[in-house]
């Protein structure tokens, strides 16, 4: 029998799971992203090309849309991973059931990537439906001093076909990664494998960046043009998410080992055997902190009275905006597949004697810790991609007090995002029992 037909009757057979469901909603919000950022960037290149607005004006404002979709790619791309990673621990189960009951190697490795790549297809076509949906709200908004248009906002037919396949490319590239890290034979693929340690060549990866932008941006050593900054940006904020989970990896280990409650010891532990994944659930939220620095510079230029200030500000808040969603979207997603992936921990935690509240105070400090220091870590980048700017950006309390409340925003709509997977605690928890 053929991987495709073997995987369409156990489709039929088993019907879809909740983390195949989650996966795709994943998929649809990254999609829609992608598609809302691809879409105002296409409105400014008509806008300079067609000679709508000031060309120089045209050029600065189009040059920042760039910096814009730069900045959150890497939240597009944390959340589009995440969502294959969504249904991996579930996976690996029904592979090991498949192999133990004869099928090849070669079939449950083919079954899983079109487990991933039939998520992303379908989040994919509702992503594009859902970014149809937002374009008339977004054209409410206005950009130098004009408003947009719906037409300004649906790039060309190409572009939306672009996005879905990039989409479908990272969940099987994903997908493939996972393979390799599973030893997919009759027993083997059935036992927990224990993720690599992070090397620590990621500080290397992050410190080659930091010191090129802060050579070449920051101090001038080297002129270069517009594009090249923008270039630099793209990698450094790319690079944290490289030296993100190490830096939450060493900070949890610290925590395990000066844990005073089962709930810290426990959250600790969960993050220290899996950092990537725990960066995963905060990286967006990490990318809106980054935007919230460009974001807090707005006040400070000409104190918001002419129109490029007033441009900037709008922008720095769509991408906050954009970033905000996905952040939340994932915390609450992630945390939800986790606590059904997790189903037998619980149950064997509450037979056990541990209790509800504790299960449920182990999980928001599982996103805490994470959070508070991926969200520090992006402060620190976003203070020094505005070095150019910095003594401006000081003389201004506002902007300061713009920053501050972004963070703390963020902050609080992903704790409220995973608030909404707790209720599943108990009903996962006492699931067994109640069989």
Do not use: C
């Amino acid at each position: 029998m053929t991987a495709l037909r073997l995987w369409a009757r156990l489709g039929r057979a088993t019907g879809p799971r909740a983390t195949d469901m989650l996966s795709a909603v994943a998929f649809a919000f990254a999609t829609a992203a992608l598609l809302a950022v691809l879409g105002g960037v296409n409105a400014f290149r008509l806008r300079y090309e067609t000679g709508a607005v000031d060309e120089a004006t045209g050029s600065f404002v189009l040059m920042l849309s760039f910096v814009a979709a730069a900045l959150l790619l890497p939240a597009v791309w944390t959340l589009a991973q995440a969502a294959v990673r969504l249904a991996i621990a579930r996976r690996d189960d029904r592979l090991a059931a498949l192999r133990l009951a004869g099928a090849t190697r070669g079939q449950v490795s083919a079954m899983a990537l079109l487990d991933a790549v039939s998520q992303a297809l379908v989040g994919g076509l509702v992503g594009a439906l859902l970014a149809l949906a937002v374009t008339p709200g977004i054209a409410r908004i206005e950009f130098q001093g004009l408003p947009f248009t719906t037409a300004e906002l649906l790039p060309p037919a190409w572009v939306w076909l672009a996005a879905i396949g990039a989409v479908v490319l990272i969940a099987l590239g994903a997908a493939l990664a996972s393979l390799r890290r599973v030893h997919v034979t009759p027993l083997g693929v059935a036992q927990r494998v224990r993720p690599k340690r992070l090397s620590l060549w990621r500080i290397a990866a992050f410190a080659v960046p930091v010191a090129a932008y802060v050579l070449i941006v920051g101090m001038g050593v080297i002129d270069v043009a517009m594009g090249v900054s923008i270039a630099l940006i793209s990698i450094l904020v790319l690079s944290y998410s490289l030296l993100g989970p190490l830096v939450i990896q060493g900070v949890a280990w610290l925590v395990a080992k000066g844990a005073r409650s089962p709930a810290t010891l426990l959250a600790a532990r969960r993050v220290v055997d899996d950092p990537r994944g725990a960066f995963n659930v905060v990286g967006a939220m990490a990318v809106a902190v980054m935007a919230g620095g460009f974001a807090s510079l707005a006040p400070a230029m000409s104190g918001g009275i002419d129109q490029m200030s007033v441009d900037m500000a709008t922008g720095a808040a769509l991408t906050i905006a954009i970033a905000g969603v996905l952040g939340a979207v994932l915390a609450g997603i992630a945390q939800s597949a986790k606590v059904l992936d997790q189903r037998r921990e619980h149950q064997a935690m509450h037979r056990m004697g541990v209790e509800i509240p504790t299960m449920r105070a182990a999980i928001v400090r599982q996103v805490t810790l994470p959070l508070l220091v991926a969200v520090g870590g992006a402060a620190g980048v976003a203070l020094l991609l505005i070095i150019p700017s910095f003594l401006l950006w000081v003389q201004s309390p506002q902007s300061i007090g713009t920053w501050a409340l972004i963070s703390a925003l963020s902050v609080v709509a992903v704790l409220g995002a995973t608030a909404s997977a707790l209720p599943l605690v108990r009903r996962v928890a006492t699931e067994r029992a109640a069989a």
